[in-house]
């Protein structure tokens, strides 16, 4: 178990370079029909895949995401990059949307997602791991392919996590991590975002550690912001979107059979005076309507 004086120091030794800028995505389910894909990809059997029209709608928002927003929104700065769980699609639920069922060509598919993406950051690319049932038994999967893209490895020497406790730009404590509750009505989505803030505070009253100004989720692929007053200004729980497509599971669940999937990233800022998120998010069309 770690000391209260490494848990800081750790978050201290990731933003060592005092980085302003955090530039936030997850549940890309590379290796899914509906996950974030490229236009073509090939296999080792010298097989291939050519994505769908909506999989090259979404790659077109990827690419303008990091060609044109983070740009746009870092100001040219240097950023540091948090992928926050759930890369591949895996193998689970008796699922069949899978492009393959092997966990490689998966991984490939990914490496092919991230390798660029490792470079505009200067290598400050961080993997928070997702569920098991995408991502292995321990994140297997996830550590193995954050650790070909040369990920920031933690004290352990793994390079994905659970969680990352994260200081940026020096100032601003923000903790990572990908699970949080779900629910099937629209009147609650924020009750458990609210609960993981207050959660979180109430832990770190409870042994006198400094809470975040930020905690950052996913897993729900529907970005949501709840935020309260502190001392130090206001303290945000956050929900990122994600870059997958409505699966046949989504299909089947309260609330999410209506809704489309959004779609986007996120950026955490450290400002000269404060610290706030700012989001991209795109919305998919509803199917085209029958008219009779």
């Known amino acids: 178990m770690m000391l209260r004086g490494e848990e800081m120091s750790v978050a ?28 073509e990809v090939s296999f080792d059997d010298g097989g291939g895949y050519t994505a769908s029209p909506l999989q090259l709608k979404t790659w077109a928002w990827w690419t303008e995401f990091w060609d044109e927003w983070v740009p746009h929104i870092t100001r040219g700065q240097p950023y540091a990059v948090v992928v926050n769980g759930d890369m591949i699609e895996g193998r689970h639920h008796n699922a069949t949307t899978q492009i393959s069922a092997n966990l490689a060509d998966q991984s490939k598919i990914a490496e092919s997602v991230f390798g660029t993406i490792v470079q505009r950051c200067d290598k400050r690319f961080y993997v928070v791991r997702g569920t098991e049932a995408h991502t292995g038994p321990s994140a297997e999967t996830e550590e193995a392919l954050a650790g070909k893209l040369d990920a920031v490895p933690d004290e352990l020497g793994n390079h994905s996590r659970w969680e990352l ?3 940026i730009g020096g100032r601003s404590l923000v903790h990572f991590l990908h699970q949080i509750g779900t629910t099937s009505s629209a009147h609650y989505e924020a009750t458990a975002l609210t609960k993981e803030l207050n959660e979180t505070y109430l832990e770190a009253a409870k042994w006198a550690l400094e809470p975040p100004a930020a905690v950052v989720r996913s897993h729900r692929h529907r970005d949501y912001i709840t935020r309260i007053n502190t001392h130090a200004g206001y303290a945000y729980c956050i929900v990122t979107a994600a870059w997958q497509l409505k699966t046949p599971l989504t299909h089947r669940m309260a609330m999410s059979r209506t809704s489309a999937p959004t779609i ?9 005076e404060d610290f706030y998120p700012r989001e991209k998010v795109w919305k998919i069309d509803r199917p085209t309507e029958v008219t009779i």
């Open 165 to 167: 406790w994260m200081r």
């Open 264 to 272: 986007g990233g996120l950026a955490l800022i450290q400002g000269d």
């Open 12 to 39: 201290e030794t990731v933003n060592a370079e005092h980085i302003s800028n955090v530039i936030v995505v997850s549940d890309t389910h590379c290796g899914c029909r509906m996950g974030l894909c490229p236009p």
